[in-house]
């Protein structure tokens, strides 16, 4: 009898903990599922190309373009996220997109051109429409290591067939069970056993949903009955319609690195790089595929696999007729049709720019959980010519120089990075961190910090006009010189050529990057005025007061080296590089704006002439080759460098609407065997030859007159007695020494010159009374 009580007591003391631990479990699962937010990592996008008549954009252009934001060719436009080319024009059915200041509802548009340029753009009445912007590209999303990402749809953004196809394939009796399905437990295994492997899960949808989102994934008895335990609980407290939509968002789809595939809507885009709701049946029956095993259905690893699996979706679908046998057959015949997977994310130096940008406001957390849209400054047509050409150059460079390299050396050691920007503006608008440019590891373009060499040049000469007593005319001494240093060591530089070529015109020492000629003018100008120089246009950092700063022994990024030529390309006005434009909240409110930050360093008559000077760089210097690959009539200006021991090779250059910087060398600091000239300089010259761009063409300001030398000597000549001119800008009263055998012409030519800059400044000022 006692025994008898004790087993009672026993059963009810166990009935109460068991009631006790499922309330428990009830009021922790509604607590949380009521409060439930998804970690959503912040959504990064490039800048919207803007379409106007006139953009230079070919019918192929603007398909690429299309295509690349996933837009996909039909024979007749009846929904978003299609067009269709018939000749020379294009119907597009844009998208419902956010943009960094507006909201644009779906609309259709038609686009004309002829001759490479647009020529109409009308929307869907016929009506003009004079600017507008395509969708902005997402380049990737900011997300923990090791963390999940997702994009979260509402219902509205759910195809229909969706959720129709998860009941027929993983829980038919969805919408009666309470949150477990004991036949289905029981069928799926007697199908298991049947054909050898998992062809059915037991779990329900409510489960499924139970494990992901609250539960480990080991497998154990005592997790199972807890899972059962909180499907139920979900189901008693929570809409069947509410437990689909999170079931959507949530389940794990797939992995991408270090970053968790999780929802339907980030794997459509993953997958196949188009929103949820533009899905075909065939796709939608990929996605639900996938959800039984994310890594053995992988359609990019495993694409039979999937294919059968998918196959067997539509057939399940089409036998609890969701949809007819003939649409299954026709899906079923439709290939997998997955886009090519790319390495973690689209652009990982250009991502990894933006977060640096965004630590400096945002918390690590916002960043990956609070849904943020980050809208930045990329120019994917840039951002891809520029990858695609320093890899080709690379690979060039490495073919001249491996015959005579160490035989240990590889193709794919020889390094590079590229930085472009809008000097104007100060947007950066492409980042390439390595050769490998979807590698999300080392950002040469950030984080290499190496000797730009005569990259320094420009400042150097730029604080000699400064100073009033040089201009581009003025003769320097290109000759030896020895320098004693504060340790007692004596310092000679040379020129690269180790030839001397003694008196030059300072736009010939700068032009052909003559070594001794810039120290002896650097030394006469004083290394403090240098240093304030290039803290003026953006050196954060004082660089160690030696001699050899002049031919520049500092190590500078890629990026630091845009941020000084920026002030070169900008007329003398320092503006802070950005990569972000403008953060919004996940709900579409403006967070942070990053507006243009300008500053201005320097005279702009004197950053003119320095300008100037870098232009016969191009012309007659060491940038002279690049004149066989720039389209002809594009004027430009830049700096080759090379640093000690030709370990580092680099080309910065500007053009009326460009700037970029090109760095090639190895990791471990070896001898490339490349100058500037003969390295960087061809991925820069492809690169700006490749891009839409213009001629630098500033005004020249009033308070400069032009002057037409001999360029080898500086002497003042006409056609007559040189046939190597250059006009050059000087300050009013420059009157350089006559090359001798010009006399019969000298008068002419003075009167000429004159004649030139009265008519100059004359039209100046007629220009500034119109304005």
């Keep these: 009898m006692k025994i008898r009580w004790l087993i009672i007591a026993g059963v009810l003391l166990g009935a109460i903990a068991a009631a006790v631990y499922v309330v428990r479990l009830d009021h922790m699962v509604t607590r949380q599922f009521e409060g439930r937010r998804w970690t959503l990592p912040a959504q990064v996008y490039a800048a919207p190309l803007e379409l106007y008549v006139g953009l230079p954009l ?53 686009i004309t051109t002829a001759d490479g340029a647009i020529t109409s753009l009308r929307d869907g009445t016929g009506q003009a429409v004079p600017i507008i912007r395509l969708d902005p590209l997402l380049i990737g999303s900011i997300f923990p290591i090791h963390g999940q990402d997702r994009i979260v749809v509402t219902p509205s953004e759910v195809p229909p067939l969706l959720p129709a196809a998860l009941k027929a394939v993983e829980d038919r009796n969805f919408d009666t069970n309470y949150g477990i399905d004991p036949l289905a437990m029981l069928r799926a295994l007697w199908v298991d056993l049947r054909h050898g492997a998992i062809e059915q899960g037991g779990s329900t949808l409510t489960q499924q949903l139970v494990k992901s989102y609250f539960l480990s994934p080991r497998r154990t008895a005592a997790r199972k009955i807890r899972e059962a335990i909180m499907a139920v609980s979900l189901e008693a407290h929570f809409s069947k319609a509410d437990l689909m939509n999170a079931y959507i968002n949530e389940i794990h789809l797939g992995q991408d690195g270090d970053r968790a595939i999780n929802g339907f809507g980030l794997a459509s885009e993953f997958y196949f790089g188009k929103p949820l709701s533009e899905l075909d049946l065939n796709e939608v029956a990929t996605l639900v595929a996938i959800v039984r095993g994310p890594s053995y259905y992988d359609p990019r690893r495993h694409p039979d696999r999937a294919l059968k699996r998918r196959n067997l979706v539509l057939d399940e ?78 690979a060039r460079l490495d073919r001249r120089r491996l015959p005579r390299a160490d035989a240990r050396l590889t193709p794919a050691t020889l390094q590079g990075a590229v930085v472009v920007t809008a000097p104007q503006s100060g947007d950066v608008v492409a980042v390439v961190g390595g050769r490998d440019s979807s590698y999300d590891g080392f950002n040469r373009a950030l984080d290499g910090r190496r000797q730009i060499g005569s990259l320094v040049k420009p400042f150097v000469y730029l604080a000699a006009l400064e100073s009033g007593r040089y201009n581009a005319t003025t003769i320097v001494d290109d000759v030896p010189v020895s320098i004693k ?129 870098l232009e016969q760089v191009i012309e007659r210097g060491t940038g002279r080759p690049s004149r066989a690959v720039l389209p002809p009539g594009l004027i430009v200006a830049g700096k080759t460098g090379t640093s000690s021991d030709q370990r580092d090779s680099w080309f910065a250059g500007f053009s009326g609407s460009d ?36 001629s630098w063409s500033a005004p020249m300001p009033d308070s400069l007159e032009q002057v037409t030398i001999d360029y080898p000597t500086g002497l003042r000549a006409d056609a007559q007695c040189s046939d190597d001119l250059v006009t050059l800008p000087v300050p009013p009263g420059t009157n350089p020494p006559l090359k001798p055998g010009c006399l019969g012409a000298s008068l002419g030519t003075a009167v000429r010159s004159t004649v030139q800059n009265a008519f100059q400044r004359a039209g100046r000022w007629l220009k500034g009374l119109v304005h």
């Design 485 to 613: 240093l504060s340790n007692g060591k004596v310092w000679q530089p040379r020129d690269y050529t180790r030839v001397d070529e003694g008196p030059v015109p300072l736009v010939r020492a700068l032009a052909e990057s003559l070594n001794d000629a810039t120290v002896n003018v650097g030394m006469d100008v004083g290394l403090d005025n240098v240093i304030h120089v290039l803290g003026q246009f953006g050196l954060e950092q004082e660089p160690p007061k030696n001699p050899s700063l002049l031919l520049g022994t500092v190590d500078l990024s890629p990026l630091e080296v845009a941020q000084l030529y920026g002030g070169l390309a900008n007329g003398g006005f320092r503006t802070t590089l950005r990569a972000v434009r403008a953060v919004i909240s996940a709900d579409g409110k403006p967070l942070k704006a990053f507006p243009v930050e300008v500053e201005p360093v320097a005279r702009a008559d004197v950053v003119y002439q320095v300008d100037s000077m």
């Design 58 to 110: 070919s019918g192929n252009d603007v398909e690429t373009e299309l295509r690349r934001l996933a837009y996909r060719p039909v024979d007749d436009v009846v929904r978003t996220g299609t067009y269709r080319r018939v000749g020379a024009e294009i119907d597009v059915g844009l998208r419902a997109t956010r943009f960094a200041d507006e909201a644009r509802a779906a609309e259709l548009l038609s």
């Design 659 to 694: 700037l970029a910087v090109v760095w090639v060398g190895y990791d471990d600091d070896r001898v490339t065997g490349f100058t500037g000239e003969t390295g960087a300089l061809s991925v820069w010259s492809h690169l700006m030859g490749d891009i839409s761009t213009s």
């Design 317 to 394: 679908m089409a036998e609890q007729k969701v949809i007819s046998r003939a649409q299954a057959d026709m899906a079923e015949a439709r290939p997998l049709g997955v886009t090519a997977k790319t390495a973690g994310a689209y652009y990982p130096a250009y991502l990894d720019l933006v977060r640096r940008t965004l630590r400096r406001d945002y918390r690590e957390q916002d960043l990956t959980e609070a849904g943020l849209e980050v809208f930045t400054n990329l120019d994917p047509r840039v951002q891809a010519d520029a990858e695609r050409i320093l890899d080709r150059q690379l």
